[in-house]
């Protein structure tokens, strides 16, 4: 399997991927309101944000600024940030990080552990943190003594607005930030009267109302190995969220390390997954189950879809070349050596 997918693949993927969403909305043109694309680089991402219906091109210019604020709150390495000064005061005042710590907990719980927003420390020893760290296998001993920090009991809420955190304890946001940011532009979009939106994050998508002729959007499914693509998604008002081991990772001595971690073991996530696309009504969810999964395997995961109170369908691509889906109206690709299972 090929795994040498870099961050310029995931930018190319993001076009092919708006390519692909974007022709059903340049179709709405003559009588109706055309529809308003842009593009932003933000949270080391680029996206295309494309709405149609009132006040589309207005709503749009709000919404960059939105996740202009966002990443400049929620980035860890950048000094001042709002993480920035909870990780190193210990305590922040600041509502969008409070609110999205309380979720993070919530997810957490629901996830026995496998999403776990202070595995900070862990992702700093392999290299995968906010600064300019090189990738490297930790000894056992350093992910023992990173261990004794993490743990979701680490971070407590002070009210609405604020949070504090047991120190040296660290919290990175990175597997809920663009769930959060892409849930906020949708809440921003609709309430400026736009009626049908896709947001591109770098490949995470979220889908806004239906096509103008009120047909579900489809979107393309990223295929972890390289390929054109997994499948095809007919979907509408929903967030499709996609986390997986190809997308950071180092190789040493033959072995392959990447960016989601365990915050049992402090290892690299080994769960037999190469991707999990989550589609869920919540932007939140979405993003945060997205890494959970590939903590928790396909067994768990497909597991938690009866037992929590969140609805989400999944697609799951194992190491052994299988998708297994649990979407109504997905259709497989063909020829790329995958075999599909429909299961719920
Ligand atoms: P992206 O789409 O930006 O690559 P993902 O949604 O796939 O990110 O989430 C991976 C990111 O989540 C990592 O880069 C790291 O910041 C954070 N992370 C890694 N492991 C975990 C975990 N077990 N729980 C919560 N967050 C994690
Ligand atoms: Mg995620």
Redesign the pocket.
Known sequence: MDMRKNRLFQRVFALLLCGLTLPPLAGCGAGKTAAQTRTVFA???VMTLTAHGKNADAALESAESELYRLDALLARGVEGSAVYRLNHDGFVRDGDVSYLLFR?QRI?EATGG????T??P??ELWG?GSGAGEHRVPTEAEIAAALEHVGMERVHREGDTGATLDLPAQV????????YAAWNVCKLLSGAGVTGAVLDL???VALLGSKPDGSDWRVAIKDPNGGDFLGILGVSDAFV????VY??YFEENSSFYH?????KTGYP?DSGLMSATVICGDGVWA??L???V??MGAERALALRGALDVGFDLILVTGDGRVLYTCEDFTPGTGNGYVYEQVS
Do not use: Q, Y
Request: proline fraction near 2%; aromatic fraction near 4%.
């Open positions: 949270m080391d991402t993070a957490s496998a999403f776990d927003v595995v900070a862990l992702l995968f990175d946001l990175g597997g809920i930030a663009k769930g770098g490949g995470d969220m996609t986390s997986g997308e950071r960016h989601i971690i365990d915050p996530a993003d945060a997205a890494t959970a590939c903590v």
